[in-house]
């Protein structure tokens, strides 16, 4: 299966989801740099060269050999109205067999957050990890503080679950997430816990 081409593009109401390509570059490096500040907090600690043409573009053979192999789709949120960059969001740790599960990553550039982009890009991508990969299981973990990104879970149809201790090392160290699923035959009540 190797060199076959796998193409991945979600529409939505006001996004395209595709693979980053080569000539994202700047957008990416220039969003990913005014933001620094607003996500730095929640992601594990960036390498030096985190920023670079060099890093990006492994990203994007990443990206390419992950999509082909079935093992992850990372997508980047692209503003259909301007074909700005607002984010990114991977289903990645795609498996098959008995488990048919994914788990979602996701970051937005600061200018954008809280404007429904991210939420409109989760249910896009779990409707199609449901419908079109066949997955049952899609799961996503978070900082126990980051209340922004627990409450967008829970509005798309992800329940908690639990901790899982020491999961990532974010800034630094290693912390706590509180873990969440989203099934596709929930038939899971609704809780408050967590």
């Given at each position: 299966?190797?060199?076959?081409?796998?193409?991945?593009?979600?529409?939505?109401?006001?996004?395209?989801?595709?693979?980053?390509?080569?000539?994202?570059?700047?957008?990416?490096?220039?969003?990913?740099?005014?933001?620094?500040?607003?996500?730095?907090?929640?992601?594990?600690?960036?390498a030096?060269?985190?920023?670079?043409?060099?890093?990006?573009?492994?990203?994007?053979?990443?990206?390419?050999?992950?999509?082909?192999?079935?093992?992850?789709?990372?997508?980047?949120?692209?503003?259909?109205?301007?074909?700005?960059?607002?984010?990114?969001?991977?289903?990645?740790?795609?498996?098959?067999?008995?488990?048919?599960?994914?788990?979602?990553?996701?970051?937005?550039?600061?200018?954008?957050?809280?404007q429904?982009?991210?939420?409109?890009?989760?249910?896009?991508?779990?409707?199609?990890?449901?419908?079109?990969?066949?997955?049952?299981?899609?799961?996503?973990g978070?900082?126990?503080?980051?209340n922004?990104?627990?409450?967008?879970?829970?509005?798309?149809?992800?329940?908690?679950?639990?901790?899982?201790?020491?999961?990532?090392?974010?800034?630094?160290?290693?912390?706590?997430?509180?873990?969440?699923?989203?099934?596709?035959?929930?038939?899971?009540?609704?809780?408050?816990?967590?």
């Open positions: 299966m190797l060199g076959t081409k796998k193409k991945v593009r979600i529409e939505t109401e006001r996004l395209t989801l595709r693979p980053p390509i080569h000539s994202d570059f700047r957008a990416w490096s220039g969003l990913r740099r005014d933001s620094e500040d607003f996500l730095k907090p929640w992601e594990p600690t960036w030096s060269d985190h920023l670079s043409r060099k890093a990006f573009t492994n990203r994007v053979y990443w990206a390419q050999r992950s999509i082909s192999n079935g093992t992850a789709m990372p997508l980047f949120l692209v503003r259909r109205e301007d074909n700005g960059l607002l984010g990114a969001i991977t289903l990645d740790h795609i498996k098959r067999g008995p488990s048919q599960s994914g788990i979602t990553g996701y970051w937005i550039g600061e200018p954008f957050a809280r429904g982009y991210m939420r409109e890009a989760i249910q896009a991508v779990v409707h199609h990890a449901f419908t079109a990969l066949d997955l049952s299981r899609i799961e996503a978070c900082l126990p503080e980051n922004a990104s627990r409450r967008l879970l829970e509005q798309c149809g992800y329940k908690y679950e639990g901790v899982a201790q020491s999961y990532l090392q974010i800034n630094g160290r290693w912390r706590n997430h509180v873990l969440y699923a989203n099934l596709r035959n929930d038939r899971r009540g609704k809780t408050d816990v967590g």
